[in-house]
């Protein structure tokens, strides 16, 4: 089946600008992460939903960042007031359970001018 | 938080070579894989091995859970395993989100 996909690749937009990211899990995984990959940098957690809840929001840098996951499926993260500082490729991962093997999407990266 | 140190940071291969990355870690793991990011910035799995030894073509894997580290073996090197490669981790308490390590940077020349 298909794997993790994210849209869009690639998105540009100027500081202060609202932006969405969108991740669609593997068909079927219940736990779906999003992580944050600066350059020479490995990836760094930011929410873990299991299911429609968010379980763990605790690498959410600050309140400009809110992720949903309303179906359980499909999940947005969202970004306010967009900084230069929030440049960075967005990673989204899924796996079956918890503690089960994560799989990624190719990540969307994301350039605040 | 739990600490993920990797070496070496960089390395230099001949085509043909083998080579051991390793990954040490500070707390007891539920969840360990190696990825190897690709150019284009994919994260690929190689291995979910929390524990033991596991092998898939060239690549090898031992984490030794116990002592808090895992090795991967690159056997016969080839240009297109050049790129950076990850450990990641888990801890048994929470919501096994991966911790990675800085990363290996592996260039393969021919």
């Known amino acids: 089946g298909a794997g993790v996909s994210q849209t869009p690749s690639n998105k540009v937009t100027e500081k202060g600008k609202y932006v969405e990211l969108r991740c669609d899990p593997i068909?079927?995984?219940?736990?779906l992460y999003w992580y944050r990959q600066s350059l020479g940098q490995g990836p760094e957690f930011l929410i873990y939903f299991q299911g429609t809840g968010a379980a763990d929001d605790s690498g959410l840098p600050n309140d400009r960042f809110f992720a949903v996951r309303p179906e359980g499926s499909v999940s947005t993260l969202k970004i306010q007031r967009t900084e230069r500082g929030d440049s960075a490729v967005y990673l989204c991962?899924?796996?079956?359970?918890?503690?089960?093997?994560?799989?990624f999407g190719p990540g969307t990266r994301l350039t605040v001018l | 938080g739990i600490q993920v140190e990797q070496s070496p940071p960089d390395l230099i291969l001949q085509e043909g070579a083998n080579s051991t990355l390793r990954c040490n870690f500070s707390d007891s793991v539920n969840n360990l894989q190696w990825f190897h990011q690709n150019p284009w910035g994919q994260l690929i799995n190689l291995f979910y091995i929390p524990s033991g030894t596991k092998q898939n073509g060239r690549l090898s894997a031992t984490t030794v859970a116990t002592e808090r580290y895992s090795l991967l073996y690159i056997s016969s090197s080839q240009t297109t395993d050049s790129g950076v490669y990850f450990c990641?981790?888990?801890?048994?308490?929470?919501?096994?989100?991966?911790?990675f390590g800085k990363g290996t940077m592996l260039l393969v020349s021919p």
């Open positions: 068909s079927g995984h219940t736990a």
């Open positions: 991962a899924s796996s079956l359970s918890l503690a089960g093997e994560q799989f």
């Open positions: 990641a981790v888990a801890t048994n308490s929470g919501y096994s989100t991966l911790t």
